[in-house]
Structure formats: C-alpha cells, structure tokens
C-alpha cells in the first residue's frame, strides 16, 4: 500500500480526483448528437495515445492524487485490446475506480472480464427503448445488442447508470418510458441536456429541454421526484420517486451548474488535455510524452494546466479562441 498523495487543488478551490480517457474517436454508432452520418474525419492511428502513453499519464496523475479512471471514446470497445489494458490501469497505484463509457453494442461477451477487473460501474448510453427512434437516433439498428447488454450487467452485478441525451423532437417521448425502468430495477437513469459537440451534424442547437423542464416533466408523469444527497464532484442531480428501486438523474450539461464542484480532467484520443469540457484544450500531452520530457516535466505541466482552469463551463467557452463548439464531436472528447 503506497501513502496516499496530496491532493492538488485548482486556482478555485476543488481538488483533483479524476480524468477521463478517450481511448479512441472511431465508433460503430452515428448518434445524431454526436457526430454526421457520414462520420468524423477519424485520426490516423499513430496519432492516437498508445496504451502505454496513457498508462504513464495515468499514473502520473496518480501521483497528483487522481483516484478515479474513466474510459470513454468514441467507442472504448471498438479499440483492440481494451480489456488488458484496464488490467493494467488496475495495477497503478492509487487508482481505486475504473469505470467504463459504452454504447453496449460490443459490450455484452467482455463483461465477466469487467467483473474480474473490478470494474463496479459502467454507464450505458440509451436514449430510447424504441427500436426504429434507436435507429434513427444513432443511425444503426443496434438496439436489441444494447439491451443484452443492459441485462448481463444487471445480471452480472455491475451498477448500471443509463445516459439518455435529451433532444426535443426527437426522443422526448422516451422520457417516462426510460425512467419507468427504475420503478422494478436498480438502476440510474439519467437525462442529459443535449450540448452543441456533434461533429458539425447540426449547428447551433437550442435546448427546449432544459434541467428545469426534464424535472418538471419527469414529475407530471411519476409524481415527486426527491432530491438524493450526491457526492462532490456528482456532474447529475440524483432523485429517487416513491415506490421505485432505481434513481433518476438529471445532468444540466449545458447550463453547467455543476462546475463549482468539477474535480476531473480529460484526455482527448490525441492527447489533448482539456480541464473543461468546453475548453479547446490546453495542453498537448502527446507532444510532451513523444518529446522525451521526464516525469517530472510531464507532471509539473499538468498541475500547471490543473492550477490555471477556468471557473466556470461559460468562461472557458469564452476563452476558446474558436467559438464554434459544433465542429467538435464529443467521439474525441469523450463525453
Ligand atoms: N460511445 C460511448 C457512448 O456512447 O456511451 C462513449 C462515448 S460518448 C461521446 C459519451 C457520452 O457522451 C454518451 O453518454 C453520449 O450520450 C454523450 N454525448 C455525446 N454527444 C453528446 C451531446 N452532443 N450532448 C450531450 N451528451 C452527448
Ligand atoms: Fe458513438 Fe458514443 Fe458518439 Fe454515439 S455518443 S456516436 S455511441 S461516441
């Protein structure tokens, strides 16, 4: 058992704990949401981080206090050999929760190996449980492997959080249907404000959907929903409904209220780092891995890029000297 690091506090107070790997941008949906039909132009390989890379970069924030790994894509499971690398991942030091992004497609046959690893949780994109609106939504007809999927988890004993992106007139009718799952399973449903990273598949977007309305809605149909004490850094409010063995949550990824409490980074597949989602990056790792910088140097410029974030998800917006989020997919941000 290695001594427990300090904890590395940003320029406003909240501490590092978490990052989140976009192990790829390739992905076997098209999810309106998130990318055009005919795709994004996806890296060429080598400019893709190596397991190893990311391994060292890992660990290293480890060392920064990072206790919690997040691996996300793109499609975590349409890059070869993802599993061994999440035993690796296990073996660093001070890493003490690994938990998985996926669209469930290709998830179902490594699941028994997810429950070797440890991994406890595993989110499950899912925004609807229609089959033609699921085709049409992620431009795939792939619903009824997601909801394999969906069952072995359960089956297996791994915490499932359901993500459903809320776009109005598209899936808004699949709102009660979703949350209607939690009343006989112990699952978490959550409901996401649609955010304009879609790979220049639709421009501005507009969120009818907003926090307030997904709440109010949810309510009218299901009765109250109660808030649930959430721990710090929680991106989703959490609430449970009389008579339900599952929760629902609701992520205002768009109004972004939560950022007085964002304790994460993000590794972009090329090795962007990103101390906001809606930041342009601001740093590239991948430069200082394949330029020879040492630990050391890797690590100092890390916590310089951790101790100068913005405050806030609008400010680091601001400071983007593109201001067009659209021509970003959220398959290299990783969510
Ligand atoms: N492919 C995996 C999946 O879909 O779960 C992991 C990557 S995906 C980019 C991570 C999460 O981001 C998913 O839950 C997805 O629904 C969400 N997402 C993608 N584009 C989004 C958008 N424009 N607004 C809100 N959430 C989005
Ligand atoms: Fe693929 Fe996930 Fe983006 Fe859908 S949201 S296109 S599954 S990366």
Redesign the pocket.
């Known amino acids: 058992m290695s001594a427990a690091p300090s904890v590395l506090f940003d320029n406003h107070g909240r501490p590092l704990e978490y990052v989140r790997l976009a192990v790829t941008d390739r992905?076997?949906?098209?999810?309106f949401?998130?990318?055009p039909e005919e795709g994004i132009q996806y890296l060429p390989k080598r400019e893709l981080l190596t397991y190893e890379e990311m391994e060292r970069v890992v660990a290293l924030l480890a060392g920064l206090g990072v206790r919690k790994v997040r691996l996300?894509?793109?499609?975590p499971f349409v890059r070869r050999d993802l599993v061994p690398f999440i035993g690796r991942l296990s073996q660093i030091p001070g890493i003490q929760d690994i938990s998985l992004?996926?669209?469930g497609?290709l998830t179902a046959p490594h699941i028994p190996e997810l429950v070797h690893l440890g991994v406890r949780t595993v989110n499950l994109?899912l925004d609807t449980l229609d089959r033609a609106r699921f085709a049409a939504i992620?431009r795939r007809d792939e619903l009824p492997r997601v909801l394999d999927t969906f069952y072995a988890l359960l089956a297996a004993g791994i915490r499932v959080k359901i993500n459903a992106?809320v776009m109005d007139g598209q899936n808004t009718q699949d709102l009660v249907p979703l949350a209607e799952l939690t009343r006989e399973l112990p699952v978490d449903v959550r409901f996401i404000e649609e955010m304009p990273f879609n790979g220049g598949s639709h421009g501005a977007i507009q969120i009818p959907w907003s926090h307030v309305r997904i709440r109010e809605h949810l309510e009218q149909h299901l009765g109250a929903l109660m808030p649930i004490a959430q721990p710090y850094g929680a991106t989703a409010s959490e609430y449970s409904i009389a008579g339900h063995l599952g929760t629902v949550g609701i992520i205002a990824a768009y109004s972004r209220t939560f950022c007085g409490t964002c304790n994460r980074l993000r590794l972009t597949a090329e090795g962007g780092l990103k101390t906001c989602l809606y930041d342009q990056g601001v740093l590239d790792v991948r430069a200082l891995l394949r330029g020879g910088s040492t630990d050391a140097e890797v690590t100092a410029a890390l916590t310089h890029a951790f101790r100068n974030r913005a405050a806030n998800g609008f400010e680091a917006e601001r400071q983007r000297p593109v201001h067009q989020l659209s021509f970003e997919?959220?398959?290299t941000i990783g969510?």
């Open positions: 992905c076997n949906l098209r999810c949401y998130c990318m996300t894509g793109g499609e992004t996926t669209n497609v994109s992620t992106v997919s959220m398959s969510g």
